[in-house]
């Protein structure tokens, strides 16, 4: 997977516990991912939240893959706090989630004649979210296949086949982390698209497939609060567990940077 977008560089680049992420706003992200559907190269688009900074730290190739992509953008409440707890200078603008923009990059979509291909949720989410998009954007080029299939063999070549004859400009997955990306690259060189971009239960979000909670407690980063009271069977290890592991590891690496760097100052005198 070797991608080098010429947009990237007008951002600038946020590193934590090995991973980056870049400092974007939602407007900056959706003109990016429709520019670079207009350049004669794959471009990948990445995104962090605490459970992926965590896969990062355990998982290698998770790690290479955000590091690799060409525009990452920070969706998650608790990595815009440990950015700022670190001193980036990042700005709650900086952090987004699909659901909030996914109408407006429709829009753009539109506008610019950029055609987006859905992948992702149960059967029945992705046709729903169509819908709705076709509702604000109706000249949108839009097509779609649910996420719920085996990811090799003879079905996963039947999607990417499906794939293919659309050719979009714009993919997105949503299968969840890390399976979407595993499958972006393991899919990566086999698929004509132009952007990829992997997001997760956004659709799922969007059509009310999934509660998110109330605006209030999105609004305020709040989200994961909210799923957990919901699903806590399912998610109470990934926001109980997950959320302290990642600042433990963040006060973990600015000690060990602190220390390394006091002692080499010692050292001089």
């Known amino acids: 997977?070797?991608?080098?977008?010429?947009?990237?560089?007008?951002?600038?680049?946020?590193?934590?516990?090995?991973?980056?992420?870049?400092?974007?706003?939602?407007?900056?992200?959706?003109?990016?991912?429709?520019?670079?559907a207009s350049i004669d190269k794959k471009t990948v688009v990445g995104n962090v939240n605490v459970r992926a900074m965590n896969f990062a730290c355990e998982m290698?190739?998770?790690?290479?893959?955000?590091?690799?992509?060409?525009?990452?953008?920070?969706?998650?409440?608790?990595?815009l706090m440990g950015a700022k707890i670190c001193g980036c200078g990042v700005k709650s603008e900086h952090r987004m989630t699909c659901p909030d923009y996914i109408e407006n990059l429709a829009l753009s979509c539109e506008r610019d004649n950029v055609s987006l291909y859905l992948l992702a949720g149960k059967p029945g989410v992705v046709?729903?979210?169509?819908?709705?998009?076709?509702?604000?954007?109706?000249?949108?080029?839009?097509?779609?296949h649910h996420g719920y299939f085996h990811k090799s063999g003879i079905e996963n070549q039947y999607v990417v086949d499906e794939i293919n004859q659309f050719q979009p400009d714009v993919l997105y997955v949503g299968f969840g982390m890390p399976l979407q990306e595993r499958w972006i690259i393991d899919n990566f060189d086999s698929i004509n698209a132009k952007v990829f971009l992997?997001?997760?239960?956004?659709?799922?979000?969007?059509?009310?497939?999934?509660?998110?909670?109330p605006r209030w407690m999105t609004n305020r980063g709040l989200e994961w609060l909210s799923?957990?009271?919901?699903?806590?069977?399912?998610?109470?290890q990934r926001y109980v567990v997950g959320n302290p592991l990642f600042f433990y590891r963040l006060i973990k690496e600015r000690f060990t940077k602190r220390s390394k760097k006091n002692s080499k100052a010692s050292s001089i005198y």
């Not at 990452?72 to 990595?79: A, E, K, P, R, T």
């Not at 009271?229 to 109470?236: A, N």
Request: hydrophobic share 45%; with cysteine; proline share 4%.
């Open 198 to 213: 992997p997001l997760g239960a956004c659709l799922d979000f969007y059509t009310g497939a999934v509660y998110r909670g």
């Open 60 to 79: 290698p190739w998770y790690k290479d893959f955000i590091n690799r992509s060409d525009l990452v953008f920070c969706d998650g409440f608790g990595v």
């Open 227 to 236: 799923r957990m009271f919901t699903e806590p069977k399912r998610l109470w």
């Open 127 to 144: 046709d729903k979210a169509i819908a709705k998009l076709k509702v604000i954007a109706p000249n949108l080029k839009v097509k779609g």
């Open 1 to 36: 997977m070797a991608t080098n977008n010429i947009f990237t560089h007008q951002f600038d680049e946020v590193e934590l516990l090995g991973t980056k992420f870049h400092k974007v706003r939602v407007q900056e992200l959706i003109n990016f991912i429709v520019n670079s």
